[in-house]
C-alpha cells in the first residue's frame, strides 16, 4: 500500500515538473518573446509615412539641366535625365540618373529616404567618380519646400574630412532641384553641383 502511495506520489511531482514550463508559457510569453501587441506597434512605426508621400512625388521620369561651379561664378554645363521610383514598400526612393557633356560623363545612383526612428531625412549616394559613397542626414526646412541633409567625407589620401549640405528643394509638381554645397572650415558654404530636374513629357 505504502509503495502505491510512493509511485502515485512520484508521478504527481514528475507530472507537475514536466506541465509548470507549458501552462507558465501559456500564462506570459517567453523571455526575449514579443506580444502581439508590440509586434503591431512596430510594424505601424516602421511602415512608410507623410514623409515618404513627399518622396513618392518624385516618382516618374525627368530631364536633368545640371551646372558644375569648379571655380566660383564659372559653371560647366550639362544635361541628362533622371528616372525615380519607390521601393521597398514605398521606404525609399531610388534616383538614378546620367548626364552627356560637362567635365566628366557621370552616373548616379542616390537612395533617399525617411527614418521614422530618428525623425530625419536621409540619403545614400552613389556615382562613377569613385568606389566610395556618401550619407547625409537631415530635415525640412521652415518653409516645407525644401530638405537640408548634411554629411561628411573622409579622404584618407589627404587625411582630410570635408563638410557638405545637399539640398532638395521642391519647386512644384513639375521640377525640384537637387544642390550640392561644400562647408569649408571658415568661410561660407559653397555651390559645386547644382541640378534641375524638369518632369518630362
Sequence with gaps: MKTKHWILASSVAVATVLLTPRLVSQEEPEQGSLSQERLDELAARNAPGPEHEILAGLVGRWDTKIRYFMQPGQAALASGTVTNEMILGGRFLRSVGQNQGGPVKREQLDL?????????????????????????????????????LSGRDFDPDMLTEAQFDIVLRFDGPDEYVVEYYEKPSSGPRALRVETVHTRAK
Design 112 to 148: 533617399f529616404g525617411f527614418d521614422r526612428r530618428l525623425d530625419e531625412y536621409t540619403i545614400a549616394s552613389f556615382d562613377n567618380w569613385g568606389t566610395q559613397y556618401i550619407t547625409a542626414f537631415g530635415y525640412m526646412d521652415e518653409d516645407g519646400k525644401s530638405i537640408t
